[in-house]
């Protein structure tokens, strides 16, 4: 469903567009998220969302004085999310097989072009619904709803012998878990870590981020170990189980950070 690049841009316009002073920013983000995944029917139409991150950025970025004065504080429970945030990058990395699943169990032609088409779909929607959870019940609702939903896609997945709307369902909460996962991540770190400490911490998880990515691409289309598509969905759930055991470890260590903005 995404590329190396995809998911390099897909990691950096939430950082760029951090910057923009909002209440809304879980909506702003998966708006920007949306619009990238849109414009991705055409390789150079994803400049657009990708440039006017960029150019947002420029405009309103903090000040480096601002920056330096900024005590990083390593919080007990960074390990425990960075495991979250990696785990569900592979399962990002792996998404794709469902369809290799679909066609190794000979679901009809049919139900594979229309879930498709519902993928499609579900890529541009997730975002904004997660964009939108994020603001109205906070980042950690959100991330645990997704990976709820992500458990119950592969589920739903695998019972597509039983009833080909099985299938849809899946592949359509899969592909919203998916691109919803890139507006949760940004927000929840911010979340854990304040938006000061986000700029100076969460591009350093990118690097590392995109390796894990590119090498759970290549070594699931090397390994013998993957013969049968099968073994991926049981891959994606363990992915799915552990990712939320991770996140629900980290929340418990979280530091509580207040401000008086939303004190009444």
Not at 117 to 144: E, H, N, Q
Not at 193 to 221: C, H, V
Request: charged fraction near 10%; glycine fraction near 4%; aromatic fraction near 14%.
């Amino acid at each position: 469903m995404t590329d190396t690049a995809a998911v390099l841009a897909l990691l950096l316009i939430p950082l760029l567009t951090s910057v923009i002073k909002t209440d809304q920013r879980g909506l702003t983000t998966g708006l920007f998220i949306s619009l990238y995944f849109l414009s991705s029917m055409h390789p150079a139409l994803t400049l657009v969302p990708l440039a006017a991150a960029v150019t947002v950025f420029f405009q309103h970025r903090p000040a480096s004085a601002q920056l330096s004065k900024t005590v990083v504080v390593k919080s007990p429970a960074i390990p425990f999310f960075m495991v979250f945030f990696f785990t569900m990058l592979i399962f990002c990395a792996l998404s794709d097989s469902v369809f290799q699943y679909g066609v190794f169990i000979q679901t009809d032609q049919n139900v594979l072009r229309h879930a498709r088409k519902l993928s499609s779909l579900a890529m541009i929607t997730g975002p904004l619904l997660f964009g939108r959870l994020c603001d109205r019940r906070g980042a950690f609702y959100a991330a645990v709803l997704l990976s709820l939903i992500a458990e119950i896609s592969v589920l739903s997945i695998t019972a597509v012998s039983r009833a080909p709307f099985l299938f849809y369902t899946g592949v359509f909460l899969l592909s919203l878990s998916v691109s919803g996962l890139f507006t949760v991540l940004p927000l929840a770190a911010a979340a854990f870590q304040g938006q000061s400490q986000f700029f100076l911490t969460y591009p350093f998880l990118l690097p590392p981020a995109i390796l894990i990515f590119t090498g759970s691409q290549y070594l699931t289309g090397q390994s013998g170990a993957f013969k049968n598509p099968g073994d991926f969905m049981l891959a994606l759930l363990f992915l799915s189980c552990l990712s939320a055991l991770f996140l629900f470890l980290s929340w418990k260590r979280r530091f509580v950070l207040v401000t008086d903005r939303r004190i009444s």
